[in-house]
């Protein structure tokens, strides 16, 4: 689902949305992590990632004793990679709150509340930071135009991916294109809204 590249940035900014997604695992050490971990960053060249704990256990990594990977947080923690795995993979479609639910076999409003608790952000929001995350990480790496990646995306319409963008990133996606971003900016949100 992600380049190497997505996930590399994804360690970079400590981003806890893709945790249970893939793991960090550092070769000179022989520990893996979640996205999210706090520790020291690794050089790029000493990173491989797994989709799996056990895929990284079996290639001979131990857990960080610092994030504490094979560790479920809470009861809810199934709950949130579920729709986060099914989001990850359906994000350029559109998405209903309903539909996330019956995949995961629970009420609408069970699922939204839960998630909510659990992350701090709707399942809403998590699809629009996703989709944003792809028309960052496509804005660097190509020369596609903004409306190109608007619709590759899963927007359905430009203004509403202007005005995601800006809420998520700080400035326009132009903006965003020509200052090159070596860095992954700060994501910017301080509002929840349902699907």
């Known amino acids: 689902m992600l380049t190497f590249e997505e996930k590399w940035e994804k360690v970079i900014a400590c ?16 520990i893996y992590c979640r996205p999210s971990c706090r520790s020291r960053k690794p050089k790029r060249e000493n990173v491989d990632f797994y989709e799996t704990k ?3 256990e079996s290639s001979g990594f131990r857990p960080c004793k610092r994030c504490q990977p094979e560790v479920d947080r809470s009861p ?5 990679h579920d729709v986060t795995a099914f989001v990850l993979t359906h994000y350029k479609r559109p998405l209903k709150l309903e539909e996330i639910a019956d995949h995961v076999n629970l009420s609408p409003f069970y699922v939204e509340r839960t998630f909510t608790q659990a992350t701090g952000e709707t399942p809403r929001r998590l699809l ?11 804005l660097r790496t190509t020369d ?8 590759e995306v899963g927007f359905q319409t430009p203004s509403n ?12 996606p132009s903006m965003y294109r020509k200052e090159g971003a070596d860095e992954p900016f700060i994501v ?4 929840h809204s349902s699907i």
């Open 144 to 151: 596609m135009s903004n409306l190109a990646i608007c619709y």
């Open 188 to 191: 910017r949100d301080s509002g």
């Open 128 to 138: 629009e930071k996703i989709r944003i995350d792809k028309a960052a990480h496509l």
């Open 76 to 80: 809810a923690s199934a709950l949130v």
């Open 54 to 56: 056990a895929e990284a």
């Open 161 to 172: 991916f202007y005005r995601v963008f800006r809420r998520l990133k700080g400035c326009s």
């Open 15 to 30: 981003d806890a949305t893709y945790d249970g997604q893939f793991y960090t695992a550092v070769k000179t050490t022989g």
